[in-house]
């Protein structure tokens, strides 16, 4: 089993900046992907960002050029750097990691942007 616990979540003003932690313990070999999804309320699950462990990064287009990614392999921990947040980056934000065929996922934490 993969524990995964996020941290960073806040709340924030349109512009401002937050930056998401996200550190995987337990059976952790293997791990290739992770990455953040966000949930509105009222909406699905989308994706914002990934990084496998080479350091190939996926973003939505909604994020690019305002969030990065980033990881330390050796720490097992996945960042998400959200600069220029905007009200719709309102959500609930999930650290997922796959390791080999098995998807994980933190329990989530909530990120608000007031305008």
């Known amino acids: 089993q993969v524990q995964l616990v996020e941290s960073g979540g806040g709340l924030v003003q349109a512009g401002g900046s937050l930056r998401l932690s996200c550190a995987a313990s337990g059976r952790i070999f293997s791990i290739n992907t992770m990455g953040w999804y966000r949930q509105a309320p009222g909406k699905q699950r989308e994706l914002v960002a990934t990084?496998?462990?080479?350091?190939?990064?996926i973003y939505a287009d909604s994020v690019k050029g305002r969030f990065t990614i980033s990881r330390d392999n050796a720490k097992n921990t996945v960042f998400l750097q959200m600069n220029s947040l905007k009200p719709e980056n309102t959500a609930f934000y999930y650290c997922?990691?796959?390791?080999?065929?098995?998807?994980?996922w933190g329990q989530g934490t909530q990120v608000t942007v007031s305008s």
């Open positions: 990084v496998t462990s080479g350091g190939s990064t």
């Open positions: 997922n990691a796959i390791q080999l065929t098995r998807d994980y």
